[in-house]
């Protein structure tokens, strides 16, 4: 099959080509050797197919980021796997100058070129005329099309140029006799030729375009009103928190039903599969594993879906450029940028759809650094911990006149997250060292409506990407989680099981003893006793150390296994509170003392009890050390505070 | 006159002098930066910090910490 590269500068409406050209038939690939994300599509006409490879937007081939090496390498080398048989490089008719650099580039590479103007209705509005008819009499060996990809003008005619094409085996050979990429450590060579073009460039621009001065003209040099309010020193943080405070609450609020939803039918589905199938291990694994593995995947969707759908607006209406224009000084003594801070802010209700967020931060170490904090803001599946522990130790009164302690104890959880966030993204920066040159050079675009189909066509991609990969991830480790919980060394499971005295004549009764009774004797149960010397000084003893262990899987799940091990409907809160209240350790003092519950409220705003979030940080940094790191330095955070909390209080 | 752009007001007619020499000096030329090219300076964020330049036909955000290796010259109207 046929091989093109889609190429040009950010913000040229090269997206809405590409999804214009490719519909949904596209997906996310890795490039050989590298952590970038190769997106590929395939163009279809009549029973022909074309593969398109979407390459990350630059303004050059000669790459200042991770990004853009990967353009470079392609195209510096007629040998690489990708190195396309044709390319479409497309340029914002409203902007030639600036863009006709990287086309100058390519074209001197001699691979057949389709050199697509888009965006020429915005070029119009400001008055540019552009002589197309001159532009192919001066590039006869090449094919240009104008286009709007954002209303699909001119699509047609560019996809029948594109099969069109003549890629006749232009011998690999020859472009590598006429390679004129400057060596790419040499960058005064790379200068001189670049101003080359440029004067090359003024020439084309002086011959072939027209800039009428309209009316128009005129007022799109002034700032409009909504340029003047999005970045004002005041009005301009009212609004971004307004937006980013109504983002937050359709995360929590809207995802809140499809998310019970989603929770309730595999619940349904999983009692009705194990009534179904034969009693056995396999319909354990099913229903004790699996099931609610997918659940526990497909669960995080709305929250992904939402946030990114908020954030496609943004985008694609200009917004989110001037959102990080104004934040970008406030986040920079943090080693963070001005693009940290939407990611960090949704990952207060969920890290996984932050995390995924950070794609758009260009330098890679402080997109590292966001990805590492990102889990310490306080995510919604910490409420139903908090709230437990809240009515279990903080007493339901007024403080300072109209404080409510119980509530001002959750703000404190949630504070403490963000501060901490901050102070470990300060450390971070001293820490991770920057291979990259560290710059910010970030393009304002206009303010435009939404193209809608870009946005759903990226809901589509970043649903598929964490489903699949991290689903992966997630779905293994549950099952591992449940054969731990399951499984006991020898027959220890059936011996205690047979020592069980059932004391109530109830079978839901009965049947949540010999759960409780099962848990404590499998793998996890004996990994929770061992572990309680260890965890002894945080005040937790083994019954908590079980519950640490198997919320790993999430950290909402803490309380169905408090409920399981003290044997209480799950349902009822009221019966694991009063249970967990009269809980008496061998001095015969309450186990949920001030101290303990304030050392476990703390350990949960640190620790990194979140296997889902583990997996998506593997898959955006595409290596195990980073999950591992976080993983190991959250954890010792957790320890450390939870330590000190418990001896203040204690 | 010839000065740095991070020092330049809002609405001063100028145009490149040269880019001085650093890491990201041929980033700045690949994004229009090159000598003779009009700019201007349309906003600054507040705190004035990063600062908003008008380069030819669209908008570029940059930090004081990139502008400082912009040398521009002042033209008079």
Same mark, same amino acid.
């Given at each position: 099959?046929?091989?093109?590269?889609?190429?040009g500068?950010?913000?040229?409406?090269?997206?809405?080509?590409?999804?214009?050209?490719?519909?949904?038939?596209?997906?996310?690939?890795?490039?050989?050797?590298?952590?970038?994300?190769k997106?590929?599509?395939?163009?279809?006409?009549?029973?022909?197919?074309?593969?398109?490879?979407?390459?990350?937007?630059?303004?050059?081939?000669?790459?200042?980021?991770?990004?853009?090496?990967?353009?470079?390498?392609?195209?510096?080398?007629?040998?690489?796997?990708?190195?396309p048989?044709?390319?479409?490089?497309?340029?914002d008719?409203?902007?030639?100058?600036?863009?006709?650099?990287?086309?100058?580039?390519?074209?001197?590479?001699?691979?057949?070129?389709?050199?697509?103007?888009?965006?020429?209705?915005?070029?119009?509005?400001?008055g540019?005329?552009?002589d197309?008819e001159?532009?192919?009499?001066?590039?006869?060996?090449?094919?240009?099309?104008e286009?709007?990809?954002?209303?699909?003008?001119?699509?047609?005619?560019?996809?029948?140029?594109?099969?069109?094409?003549?890629?006749?085996e232009?011998?690999?050979?020859?472009?590598?006799?006429?390679?004129?990429?400057?060596?790419?450590?040499?960058?005064?060579?790379?200068?001189?030729?670049?101003?080359?073009?440029?004067?090359?460039?003024?020439?084309?621009?002086?011959?072939?375009?027209?800039?009428?001065?309209?009316?128009?003209?005129?007022?799109?040099?002034?700032?409009?009103?909504?340029?003047?309010?999005?970045i004002?020193?005041?009005?301009?943080?009212?609004?971004?928190?307004?937006?980013?405070?109504?983002?937050?609450?359709?995360?929590?609020?809207?995802?809140?039903?499809?998310?019970?939803?989603?929770?309730?039918?595999?619940?349904?589905?999983?009692?009705?599969?194990?009534?179904?199938?034969p009693?056995?291990?396999?319909?354990?694994?099913?229903?004790?594993?699996?099931?609610?593995?997918?659940?526990?995947?497909?669960?995080?969707?709305?929250?992904?879906?939402?946030?990114?759908?908020?954030?496609?607006?943004?985008?694609?209406?200009?917004?989110?450029?001037?959102?990080?224009?104004?934040?970008?000084?406030?986040?920079?003594p943090?080693?963070?940028?001005?693009?940290?801070?939407?990611p960090?802010?949704?990952?207060?209700?969920?890290?996984?759809?932050?995390?995924m967020?950070?794609?758009?931060?260009?330098?890679?170490?402080?997109?590292l650094?966001?990805?590492?904090?990102?889990?310490?803001?306080?995510?919604?599946?910490?409420?139903?911990?908090?709230?437990?522990?809240?009515?279990?130790?903080?007493?339901?009164?007024?403080?300072?006149?109209?404080?409510?302690?119980?509530?001002?104890?959750?703000?404190?959880?949630?504070?403490?997250?963000?501060?901490?966030?901050?102070?470990?993204?300060?450390?971070?920066?001293?820490?991770?060292?920057?291979?990259?040159?560290?710059?910010?050079?970030?393009?304002?675009?206009?303010?435009?409506?939404?193209?809608?189909?870009?946005?759903?066509?990226?809901l589509?991609?970043?649903?598929?990407?964490?489903?699949?990969?991290?689903?992966?991830?997630?779905?293994?480790?549950?099952?591992?989680?449940?054969?731990?919980?399951?499984?006991?060394?020898?027959?220890?499971?059936?011996?205690?099981?047979?020592?069980?005295?059932?004391?109530?004549e109830?079978?839901?009764?009965?049947?949540?003893?010999?759960?409780?009774?099962?848990?404590?004797?499998?793998?996890?149960?004996?990994?929770?006793?061992?572990?309680?010397?260890?965890?002894?000084?945080?005040?937790?003893?083994?019954?908590?150390?079980?519950?640490?262990?198997?919320?790993?899987?999430?950290?909402?799940?803490?309380?169905?296994?408090?409920?399981?091990?003290?044997?209480?409907?799950?349902?009822?809160?009221?019966?694991?509170?009063?249970?967990m209240?009269?809980?008496?350790?061998?001095?015969?003092?309450p186990?949920?003392?001030?101290?303990?519950?304030?050392s476990?409220?703390?350990?949960?705003?640190?620790?990194?009890?979140?296997?889902?979030t583990?997996?998506?940080?593997?898959?955006?940094?595409?290596?195990?050390k980073?999950?591992?790191?976080?993983?190991?330095?959250?954890?010792?955070?957790?320890?450390?505070?939870?330590?000190?909390?418990?001896?203040?209080?204690? | 006159? +010839?000065?740095? =752009?991070?020092?330049?007001?809002? /609405?001063?007619? #100028?145009? !490149?002098?040269?880019?001085?020499?650093?890491?990201i000096?041929?980033?700045?030329?690949?994004?229009?930066?090159?000598?003779?090219?009009? +700019?201007?300076? =349309?906003?600054?964020?507040?705190? /004035?910090?990063? #600062?908003? !330049?008008?380069?030819?036909?669209?908008?570029?955000?940059?930090?004081?910490?990139?502008?400082?290796?912009?040398?521009?010259?002042?033209?008079?109207?």
């Amino acid at each position: 099959m046929k091989k093109f590269a889609l190429v040009g500068n950010p913000n040229t409406g090269k997206t809405s080509v590409f999804n214009r050209l490719t519909g949904l038939n596209q997906h996310v690939g890795n490039f050989p050797g590298v952590t970038v994300d190769k997106k590929s599509g395939q163009v279809k006409l009549h029973d022909e197919t074309i593969d398109l490879i979407d390459f990350p937007g630059t303004y050059s081939i000669y790459p200042h980021s991770s990004d853009e090496q990967i353009v470079y390498d392609v195209f510096s080398n007629p040998q690489h796997k990708d190195f396309p048989d044709a390319v479409l490089v497309v340029v914002d008719a409203s902007n030639l100058e600036r863009n006709l650099l990287l086309f100058t580039q390519i074209y001197d590479l001699n691979i057949p070129i389709i050199l697509i103007i888009n965006m020429s209705d915005i070029a119009y509005r400001k008055g540019i005329d552009i002589d197309v008819e001159g532009l192919k009499a001066k590039f006869p060996s090449i094919t240009i099309c104008e286009t709007n990809a954002r209303i699909g003008v001119g699509m047609t005619e560019l996809k029948t140029e594109i099969f069109n094409l003549k890629t006749t085996e232009v011998s690999r050979q020859q472009i590598i006799e006429n390679y004129v990429l400057a060596p790419i450590d040499n960058q005064e060579s790379q200068k001189e030729e670049v101003k080359l073009r440029f004067d090359f460039i003024k020439q084309l621009i002086h011959d072939f375009v027209k800039k009428k001065k309209t009316v128009e003209e005129k007022e799109t040099k002034k700032l409009s009103f909504w340029d003047k309010i999005s970045i004002h020193p005041v009005f301009g943080y009212v609004i971004f928190a307004v937006i980013m405070l109504s983002i937050f609450q359709l995360i929590f609020s809207i995802a809140a039903f499809p998310m019970e939803l989603i929770d309730g039918s595999f619940a349904d589905f999983d009692s009705w599969t194990g009534e179904k199938l034969p009693a056995g291990l396999f319909t354990d694994l099913l229903t004790g594993g699996i099931i609610p593995g997918l659940g526990g995947v497909l669960v995080f969707l709305p929250q992904i879906l939402i946030l990114f759908f908020c954030l496609g607006i943004l985008e694609e209406t200009g917004y989110l450029a001037r959102a990080v224009f104004i934040m970008d000084k406030l986040m920079r003594p943090f080693g963070l940028n001005g693009k940290s801070v939407v990611p960090l802010i949704s990952s207060a209700a969920c890290a996984i759809p932050g995390i995924m967020a950070t794609r758009t931060i260009p330098n890679q170490k402080e997109r590292l650094i966001t990805i590492l904090v990102a889990p310490l803001m306080s995510c919604s599946a910490r409420i139903p911990v908090f709230t437990l522990l809240i009515a279990l130790v903080i007493p339901n009164k007024t403080v300072f006149r109209f404080l409510n302690l119980q509530g001002l104890t959750l703000f404190c959880m949630y504070f403490l997250g963000i501060v901490s966030a901050l102070i470990i993204a300060w450390v971070l920066k001293l820490l991770i060292k920057n291979k990259e040159q560290s710059y910010f050079l970030l393009e304002i675009p206009d303010f435009k409506s939404p193209r809608w189909a870009n946005i759903f066509i990226s809901l589509f991609e970043k649903g598929k990407v964490f489903v699949f990969e991290a689903g992966k991830v997630i779905l293994a480790i549950s099952i591992i989680l449940w054969a731990l919980a399951s499984f006991g060394p020898g027959d220890r499971i059936e011996k205690a099981v047979k020592n069980v005295h059932f004391t109530s004549e109830n079978v839901a009764d009965s049947a949540q003893l010999l759960a409780s009774v099962k848990l404590e004797n499998s793998y996890i149960g004996i990994l929770g006793k061992t572990i309680e010397p260890v965890i002894k000084p945080l005040g937790f003893d083994w019954k908590i150390g079980i519950s640490l262990l198997t919320s790993f899987a999430a950290r909402e799940v803490f309380v169905g296994s408090m409920a399981t091990i003290y044997s209480v409907h799950q349902e009822d809160n009221k019966g694991l509170l009063e249970t967990m209240r009269n809980e008496k350790n061998s001095l015969g003092k309450p186990v949920y003392s001030l101290a303990t519950g304030l050392s476990l409220m703390v350990f949960y705003v640190f620790a990194m009890q979140c296997m889902a979030t583990l997996a998506i940080v593997k898959r955006e940094t595409k290596t195990w050390k980073w999950p591992i790191v976080q993983l190991v330095y959250m954890g010792i955070l957790a320890y450390l505070s939870s330590l000190i909390v418990y001896n203040l209080f204690s | 006159m +010839i000065k740095k =752009l991070h020092t330049c007001k809002i /609405g001063e007619k #100028l145009s !490149v002098f040269q880019i001085l020499p650093s890491e990201i000096s041929s980033k700045l030329l690949e994004m229009g930066f090159y000598c003779g090219k009009e +700019i201007e300076i =349309l906003y600054k964020a507040p705190f /004035g910090d990063p #600062l908003a !330049v008008q380069v030819g036909d669209y908008i570029l955000s940059m930090r004081k910490n990139e502008a400082q290796f912009i040398e521009v010259e002042t033209k008079l109207n």
